[in-house]
């Protein structure tokens, strides 16, 4: 289709006629009126889509015709072509490089080949005796207005591509360039700092601001990992750069930086929350009353040991508890009641607080507790097996309430 051009679409049409009549004279079962269940609104469905699939296939068929467009500002020949800025998506080569150069990170098509080809933001085309020749140019990544440096009081300021810079959005990456200010007046130059680049929508990968992440790309990886808590961040990464292509662009995305950079921001995201008094890990639903906890313990949630590391946790304390508060309060317990738990006279089993330690039990064992509605609400490590004592630490964490441990001597 793209090789031969205007051509082979014509021959799609042609077969797109024939065999529309067959696919419209297929066999279709009639259907009872005078039902509202389920199947028979799915039949209705199913029939109607058939019914429609010849003219969504020439529909579809249609969209790859070019045709012979013009300029929607200057009624010259087009030449690009961009979705986003519909209605007015038709562009000649001037009108593209004056309205894209504010909008470098629109996704564009050129119609040059007879076909549509995706172009990355770098690419403009200038016509010349011989007929239109793409050329690079760097693209300026788009920031808040910065504040102006220069003490001068009528500034001749103007702006030219400095630092490169790689953006990576939901669509995928882009090759940039930060803005570079000058004063044509004093000759000072200056760039937009961290809190301009934030200010932007924009989080950085490093502290050296090489490689920027939008803050909307965070927002989806946040929903993702309540949505789909299994997929991989390779794997979302593999999804941005088969987005880059789309896009007619190029360039890996690394997933392992993409994840550390997302914690930091979500660790300031958290700080952020904990000024603001917010309240993580509650349930909507069962907030303010909460009526009933569910507490249960996971071998499988699998921890490593990183040699030469002393990084401590982002989130310490903020859902799973610190094995310190859990120690202590062990040996509160185990003083006020040693040894198997009693109600009355009788030994009562479920409430052991000693149990038989599983190997490696201590760095694979996680005890969380739930409320009715599966929200996560607090969790502990186990270090003893599932005992009572950790389902009690819970709800004493949760409850906010106090425990007193009345031990009868006598």
Known sequence: LHRNGPLSIKLIFVFAEKNMESLMMSDSPEIQRASSSWTFRQQQASQRWKEARPFHLKCLIQTQDVGQPFCSHCSKPAVVRCRECLPDQWFCE?????????????????????????????????????????????????????????????????????????????????????????????????????????????WPASTSSSTLYSLNLFSSVRELKIIAPALSRQAFAKLLEHRTKCGGRSGPVCGD???????????????????????????????????????????????????????????EGAFIAEDTSVSAFVDVLHKALPGQGRCGSSSWTAAKETSRRTFKLDEEGMEVAVCRHGFLLKALNMFRGEIIINCLLLNVTLYCCYLYVALDKS
């Open 257 to 315: 930086t993409l994840q550390r950079s997302f914690l930091e921001f979500s660790y300031c995201a958290f700080e952020e929350d904990n000024l603001s008094c917010g309240a993580p890990f509650t349930c909507p639903a069962c907030t303010p009353d909460m009526l009933a906890i569910s507490v249960d313990g996971n071998r499988k949630l699998y921890r490593f040991l990183r040699n030469g590391s002393s990084d401590s946790s982002f989130f």
């Open 94 to 202: 001037t009108c593209d490089i004056k309205n894209h150069r504010r909008w470098p990170l629109h996704d564009r098509e050129s119609v040059i080949e007879g076909f549509f080809k995706a172009i990355p933001p770098s690419t403009y085309f200038v016509r010349g005796e011989g007929g239109y020749s793409s050329h690079d140019q760097a693209c300026i990544l788009p920031t808040v207005r910065v504040t102006q440096k220069c003490p001068c009081e009528v500034p001749s300021i103007t702006v030219s591509p400095g630092k490169a810079v790689i953006l990576i959005s939901i669509n995928g990456r882009y090759d940039m360039h930060q803005p570079l200010f000058a004063c044509q007046t004093c000759q000072q130059q200056w760039a937009p700092e961290f809190m301009d680049l934030v200010n932007s929508g924009y």
